[in-house]
């Protein structure tokens, strides 16, 4: 039975080595609907190969993947799109010369019964979902290449909504924005969030993540260092885990944790 206690997300004792590099080590993470956990680590320290065992990228070596309480098989990406998991990346992957609606469908167009291209119900859909997420939205004519770094980040997000995502993996969204920009995709986070769409947030800097997120877990050198609710810890604390993986009386340790 499906129930709110139940995690959206749940990945158990995660292992991944490549060549000598055990990457990912008895990683464990999950995650809840309408949840926002920021995965946090230095560079190198195993985030985004974990999750892109959850993406379907990479084949995890051992360990468990539940999704809604029930083992999941994700072997590759088109695994993981059938369990609703999309993926947002730092790298913008928008085509720059079409507009959005074109960007939103695709590889994944929709044709008419007479076989051509259903432009307009592509461009109505387009206007639904952009609507919901950036309500101020109204360049839907425009290539992508014209639009902001936010508007651009917008569209990549709807593109992964679009199929009705339950869990939305977003790799560092807003490296390469500036300030106005990332505090867009930060109000798109929190209307994703509201709509009950699970979220890991993943970035190597807490001052992205930290207001965001309800949870965050922190990894270091493939190891989770610990886990803490945002509302227990400080970022200072926050920041200790990062650096020295030094886990505070607020949060649970993980097999990463140094001892004190
Ligand atoms: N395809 C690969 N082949 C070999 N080594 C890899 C591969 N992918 C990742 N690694 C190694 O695994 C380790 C973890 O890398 P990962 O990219 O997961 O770190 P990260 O926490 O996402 O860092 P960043 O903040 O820099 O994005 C690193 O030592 C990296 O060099
Ligand atoms: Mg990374």
């Known amino acids: ?141 425009e290539p992508v290449k014209a639009l902001s770094g936010g508007q651009r980040q917008s569209v990549a997000i709807a593109r992964a909504i679009l199929f009705d995502a339950r869990i939305l993996i977003m790799d560092e969204p807003t490296a390469s924005l500036g300030p106005q920009e990332t505090a867009q995709v930060g109000e798109l986070i929190k209307q994703l969030k509201s709509e009950g769409i699970g979220i890991f947030l993943i970035s190597h800097d807490i001052h992205d993540v930290f207001d965001l997120a309800d949870r965050v877990v922190v990894m270091k050198n493939g190891k989770v260092v610990g886990e803490a609710k945002t509302s227990d810890v400080t970022k200072d604390e926050v920041l200790g885990m990062i650096i020295m993986g030094k886990v505070p009386p607020g949060a649970k340790p993980g097999p990463g944790a140094i001892a004190i």
């Open 1 to 141: 039975m499906l129930d709110t206690t139940t995690p959206l997300v749940e990945m158990t004792d995660i292992s991944i080595s490549f060549g000598g590099i055990r990457a990912v080590d008895h990683a464990s993470i999950s995650l809840h609907r309408g949840e926002v956990v920021g995965l946090l680590g230095h560079n190198g320290a195993g985030k985004s190969t974990l999750i892109k065992i959850l993406s379907g990228a990479y084949k995890r070596d051992s360990g468990d993947i539940r999704i809604n309480g029930e083992a999941a098989a994700i072997n590759n990406p088109r695994d993981a799109k059938a369990y609703g998991i999309e993926t947002v990346y730092q790298q913008l992957a928008v085509a720059d010369n079409v507009d959005a609606a074109a960007n939103l469908f695709l590889g994944r167009e929709m044709i008419t019964p007479l076989g051509t291209l259903d432009d307009a119900a592509m461009e109505s859909r387009a206007r639904e979902v952009m609507g919901r997420l950036n309500p101020n939205f109204r360049r839907f004519k």
